[in-house]
Nanobody, 114 residues
Framework: VQLVESGGGLVQPGGSLRLSCSASSNIFFFNDMGWYRKAPGKERELVGTINVGGVTKYADSVKGRFTISRDGAKNTIYLQMNNLKFEDTAVYYC?????????WGQGILVTVSS
């Protein structure tokens, strides 16, 4: 399985970005897909997930600001990020889990800076 992220970049505080993660296989094959991030000097943390049934979960730090969605026809999930803060700066990784096996994308950098 290949996961390819896109859409990262530089954004000012309060701005928005949408990340995309395109999978090389049918996304409904996975138990869940999601987004993680790793900030400089910190461990990788969960941002949010979407399961095969479409139920989403989010870290408290992004609730109300970030939204995960998907397009089955394109085998793609999205992370809409609004009201970005300095502390959202990180490399964002797409994940896709089947039972105990998790596949990862290569990561994409999001920088929030004025």
């Amino acid at each position: 399985v290949q996961l390819v992220e896109s859409g990262g970049g530089l954004v000012q505080p309060g701005g928005s970005l949408r990340l995309s993660c395109s999978a090389s296989s049918n996304i409904f094959f996975f138990n869940d897909m999601g987004w993680y991030r790793k900030a400089p000097g910190k461990e990788r943390e969960l941002v949010g997930t979407i399961n095969v049934g479409g139920v989403t979960k989010y870290a408290d730090s992004v609730k109300g600001r970030f939204t995960i969605s998907r397009d089955g026809a394109k085998n793609t999930i999205y992370l809409q990020m609004n009201n970005l803060k300095f502390e959202d700066t990180a490399v964002y990784y797409c994940s896709a889990r089947v039972l105990s096996r998790t596949n990862w994308g290569q990561g994409i950098l999001v920088t929030v800076s004025s």
